[in-house]
Structure formats: structure tokens, C-alpha cells
């Protein structure tokens, strides 16, 4: 049986077969069409579960929070990062360090 070019729903995508590429831990990393499929099969299938337009815009009030929230969070990391790495690599070596 020969796979459609798109699925047909969103379970599907996240049940698919993984494809190249690959993380170093075998992990896939979704292309950008599959994301936003994805995406947009999961807003399609909220918006009809949720008929009532005041509690979807509450609903999207919520996502785009937790949104903002996961986006200062990542953002604080990669500056932590950045920071100890500087600040790493401006420290002498360490005599213990043998490599």
C-alpha cells in the first residue's frame, strides 16, 4: 500500500515514519511544511471541538501566553549559554584537565 504525499490527519504526522534528518539521538526533526501542518490539523480540530467564539479567544489568549512564556525561556538559556561559554573560555586552564 503506497503512503499519501500528505497526511490526512494529525496523528498521522506524529505517527509517520521518521525520515531523514536525524538529531545525533535518532531524534527527527519535522520539516517546516509537516510543523505547520501539524499546527494548523491541531487548531482546525480545537476551533471545531470549542463552538462558543468567546471561549476560543480565551483559549488563544492562554496558547499565545504559554507561547511568550516558552519564548523568554529559551531566551534566558541561550544568554545563560552564552555567557558561561564566555566566560569559560576566558578562564586558564585547568592543570587537573588532562585533555
Known sequence: MERPILPSTFSEILTSPPSPPYTDTGVRFLGALELTLGVTAAANAI?????????????????????????????????????????????????????
Open 47 to 99: 476551533a471545531r471541538g470549542i463552538p462558543d467564539d468567546d471561549e476560543l479567544a480565551l483559549l488563544s489568549a492562554v496558547f499565545m501566553q504559554l507561547a511568550d512564556t516558552l519564548a523568554t525561556i529559551a531566551a534566558k538559556r541561550a544568554l545563560c549559554e552564552s555567557r558561561c561559554a564566555k566566560e569559560k573560555a576566558s578562564l586558564p586552564p585547568d592543570p587537573k584537565d588532562n585533555s
